[in-house]
T-cell receptor, first 115, second 116 residues
Framework: ETGVTQTPRHLVMGMTNKKSLKCEQHLGHNAMYWYKQSAKKPLELMFVYSLEERVENNSVPSRFSPECPNSSHLFLHLHTLQPEDSALYLC??????????????FGPGTRLTVL | DQQVKQNSPSLSVQEGRISILNCDYTNSMFDYFLWYKKYPAEGPTFLISISSIKDKNEDGRFTVFLNKSAKHLSLHIVPSQPGDSAVYFCAASERSASGGSYIPTFGRGTSLIVHP
């Protein structure tokens, strides 16, 4: 595997389910990010981790819970989501937070549908 | 309120012609501006960037122009090729409140279609 990988690529869940999104970067980077892309909206920053420490939490509801067990892995735990949370969830990494003014390597995303 | 605006959701261009994608911003503290390209079923990939101390940066067929007084930047693709058909995101970053890092703020994207 190279670059940034995300699993699953597609996820359909009910509002009462608990699920997790997984991201892995194979680049030796120290920073990882979660972004959300809803239809016809800008990419929205959710969380930033630097060396497994959360450095940014962009007023995200508590039904989204990130976890960064090491600098290569990032999870997004989901519980009691709402239909409006349906979106493309993108993971990204960078050599360090703010590298080259915002140079990020993105994964392919997880398309989430909440019924 | 959006700090980075891409007001044209789509653009259609003939192969070989110039594509011009526009982006406006409201935050005068932005120091870096970046363009990302996204194909369907893939994540965005970095294309080109420019710092606020410059007004032009060129990389092959891609040139970004920055007009700080107008808070406007544009991406020029010359000549356009069918493989350039993708969604283009404009992004901008400023030093964070903690004094450290630059984390990009993105626009909504412009879908470019280049016709053969």
């Amino acid at each position: 595997e190279t670059g940034v990988t995300q699993t699953p690529r597609h996820l359909v869940m009910g509002m009462t389910n608990k699920k997790s999104l997984k991201c892995e970067q194979h680049l030796g980077h120290n920073a990882m990010y979660w972004y959300k892309q809803s239809a016809k909206k800008p990419l929205e920053l959710m969380f930033v981790y630097s060396l497994e420490e959360r450095v940014e939490n962009n007023s995200v509801p508590s039904r989204f819970s990130p976890e960064c067990p090491n600098s290569s892995h990032l999870f997004l735990h989901l519980h009691t989501l709402q239909p409006e949370d349906s979106a493309l969830y993108l993971c990204a990494s960078s050599q360090e937070v703010g590298f080259r003014g915002g140079f990020l390597v993105f994964g392919p995303g997880t398309r989430l549908t909440v019924l | 309120d959006q700090q980075v605006k891409q007001n044209s959701p789509s653009l259609s261009v003939q192969e070989g012609r110039i594509s011009i994608l526009n982006c406006d911003y409201t935050n005068s503290m932005f120091d870096y501006f970046l363009w990302y390209k996204k194909y369907p079923a893939e994540g965005p990939t970095f294309l080109i960037s420019i710092s606020s101390i410059k007004d032009k940066n060129e990389d092959g067929r891609f040139t970004v122009f920055l007009n700080k007084s107008a808070k406007h930047l544009s991406l020029h693709i010359v000549p356009s090729q069918p493989g350039d058909s993708a969604v283009y995101f404009c992004a901008a970053s400023e030093r964070s409140a903690s004094g450290g890092s630059y984390i990009p703020t993105f626009g909504r994207g412009t879908s470019l279609i280049v016709h053969p």
